[in-house]
């Protein structure tokens, strides 16, 4: 112990911790008051306050804001003016730097699938020439249309005058022959007195045998015409010889199945159409997939057709109906057209041989008129059938035209 009071605290130079008085009282720093030990040092962690006030946020790093001195525009990224980057960058680039000069490193880079893409084997191919990719939309749908008839109009053609227009062409022939209103409206100017014409029973009898058994036989004949056309656009668009004698062949062996359900599906919508019309349209929308679906998957068709339609109703809804604004002009169109042409020859142009033939020729010209609809009914729904079929899994033209062989 001394009298003597301690020596005065020397002041702190810069950049030396300053001392401590041990007789002051703690002052919440982690000094210890007692055995004079100097505080912890804040490890480098910025102080709480305003900046100073010589502190310009122009220049936070000690430099003004903008380019650095001497640089000039027309240099290229890496000091070369225009030219390339230097040995060792590599794209993406990290950040604009190249691999392992940016402020932080090298960074780990994941590349993603660019848009568009599909990994091998997924199924699904963009520029598939059958099968509209999910999100390609109507643009997509219709290129893949228009190229389907590029490839296989030569194919195509005479398949559906063989099996479409020759057979219509063929019964509205024979119904105007055996049409016996010409009669019977001659006989009634003849006494109209009279009740019904002679032979009335046995007319009507034949002529409706005559449509019926017709109407039967010819969508025999246009199934095989819609197989056969079915296998030909499916096995181009895989890059398959597509011969016209092979699509014949397969359309008579799948003839018979798809005429069937083609029945079923057309007596539907009759009862349908039956109550107010209304039920017959949608039977019509709802039941448009079912060829497609006994040719690719025979199974189910009917079934599988409802639940296609319900599943995507806006869009499968959509090609349909463009589909069916195609069909009904191009058949209402030839029709009228039919109905003025065989007009001009009289009320009974087959009672002589000039008039007949000019029938004759009238209903084969607006038959062929109608081969546009023909078409796009065949290829609309097919088309639209692969589309679908994208929004349920992976499929492409190759898968399509296996599931036909």
């Known amino acids: 112990m001394t009298d003597q009071s301690p020596p005065p605290a020397t002041p702190s130079g810069p950049g030396e ?41 122009a220049q936070a790093w000690g430099q003004p804001a903008g380019p650095p001195p001497g640089w000039d525009p027309a240099q290229g990224a890496w ?52 099968v509209t990719p999910p999100g390609a939309g109507i643009g997509g749908w219709f290129d893949r249309f228009w190229g389907a008839l590029r490839r296989g109009w030569r194919q195509l053609v005479p398949i559906m005058l063989l099996t479409q227009v020759l ?9 105007f022959g055996l049409d016996p209103s010409p009669t019977w409206a001659a006989q009634a100017e003849t006494d109209p007195s ?32 819609w197989a056969a056309g079915s296998w030909v656009i499916t096995q181009q668009a895989a890059g398959r010889p597509a011969r016209l004698d092979a699509a014949l062949r397969y359309g008579l062996r799948r003839a018979v199945g ?31 997939m079912a060829g497609p679906v006994y040719l690719f998957e025979r199974d189910n068709p009917i079934g599988r057709s409802f639940r296609m339609f319900h599943d995507r109703l806006g869009m499968l809804l959509g090609r349909v109906a463009l589909v069916g604004a195609a069909v009904i002009i191009g058949t209402v169109v030839p029709g009228i057209l039919e109905s003025a042409g065989t007009g001009a020859f009289g009320e009974d142009p087959f009672a002589s041989p000039g008039p007949a033939v000019g029938v004759v020729v009238v209903i084969a010209v607006t038959a062929v008129l109608a081969l546009p609809a023909h078409l796009a009914q065949l290829v609309g729904l097919l088309i639209t059938y ?3 079929r994208a929004h349920e899994g992976p499929v492409n033209g190759a898968t399509l035209a296996a599931e036909l062989d």
């Open 79 to 130: 000091g070369q003016p225009g030219g390339p980057p230097p040995q060792g960058w590599a794209f993406p680039p990290t950040g604009g730097y190249p691999p392992g000069a940016g402020p932080y490193g090298a960074q780990p880079w994941y590349p993603g699938a660019p848009v568009g893409w599909y990994p091998p084997g997924y199924g699904l191919d963009p520029n598939d020439a059958l």
């Open 194 to 225: 009279a009740g019904l014409p002679d032979n009335f029973a046995t007319s009507l009898l034949t002529l409706v045998v005559v449509l019926v058994g017709g109407s039967l036989l010819i969508g025999l004949v246009q199934a095989l015409g």
């Open 167 to 175: 057979p219509a062409a063929v019964l509205s022939v024979i119904s």
């Open 258 to 288: 798809l005429w069937g359900w083609t029945l079923l599906v057309s007596l539907l919508i009759g009862i349908g159409v039956c109550f107010c019309v209304l039920p017959g349209i949608y039977l019509a929308f709802a039941l448009s």
């Open 17 to 57: 911790p300053s001392r401590p008085d041990p007789t002051s009282p703690g002052d919440g720093s982690g000094a210890s008051p007692v055995s004079g030990t100097p505080p912890v040092p804040d490890a480098g962690l910025p102080h709480a306050g305003p900046p100073p006030q010589s502190w310009d946020p």
């Open 386 to 388: 692969a589309e679908q």
